[in-house]
């Protein structure tokens, strides 16, 4: 049998390689699947609802350095998200004596938190300003006068208040009944646990179930 022309070898093989090139596009944008890509929390409620919002909270820890490394990929994200689609950050208040938790919050009420948030993971994991784990109140106070609060003396009794006590038990509260495994983790609108395998996946299921959640307003 004579061999093919060389124009139709050549347009064959352009098409195979069209394809292969495709696929991968394509399982990427399969539907996310139940116990691999997501998990679903029983009668879950988002951690602050807001009527008309779909809530993408971040489980996150200033001394996790994959939090660290995935910050860059949410910036990117936020930039882009939709109107409807509100993002919070959410400390894993791992216990009582987690202080980094703790001065999140003080942060937030101060509102802060938008300028320190960036600046922690730094000082954690760039500077070494502060350690991964075992920061006291004070240094942690210290730090987030040169955020722009007022006074370490105040911050520092904020961070040990009762009111600080209130919102770390219920971030801990939020954390055990959504299934929380480590950080970072991604829930949306409280119903879904994102499970992706890398990094580089959390955010393309979000946005997935971000579409979900759209379809059955």
Not at 9 to 18: E, G, M, N, Y
Not at 90 to 97: E, V, W
Not at 114 to 138: C, K, N, Q, Y
């Amino acid at each position: 049998m004579p061999s093919p022309p060389r124009a139709w070898r050549h347009l064959f093989a352009i098409a195979v390689l069209a394809a292969s090139a495709w696929l991968p596009a394509t399982a990427q944008t399969a539907a996310p699947v139940e116990g691999l890509d997501y998990a679903l929390i029983p009668d879950g409620q988002p951690w602050q609802p807001l009527d008309g919002k779909i809530e993408v909270v971040e489980i996150f820890s200033y001394g996790c350095v994959h939090c660290f490394h995935f910050q860059k990929q949410v910036d990117a994200w936020r930039a882009k998200a939709p109107r409807d689609v509100r993002f919070t950050y959410l400390p894993a208040a791992f216990s009582a004596g987690d202080n980094f938790a703790r001065g999140f919050f003080v942060a937030q009420a101060q509102r802060i938190d938008a300028r320190s948030h960036h600046a922690v993971f730094s000082a954690v994991h760039e500077t070494s300003v502060l350690p991964r784990s075992g920061a006291s109140i004070d240094a942690i106070a210290a730090f987030y006068v040169t955020q722009g609060a007022r006074s370490q003396a105040r911050f520092a009794a904020a961070m040990a208040s009762p009111a600080t006590d209130e919102k770390l038990n219920a971030a801990r509260a939020f954390a055990v009944r959504s299934g929380l495994e480590g950080t970072p983790t991604l829930i949306i609108n409280g119903r879904y646990r994102v499970m992706g395998r890398r990094l580089e996946d959390l955010l393309v299921i979000a946005d997935q179930l971000i579409a979900r959640e759209r379809a059955q307003r």
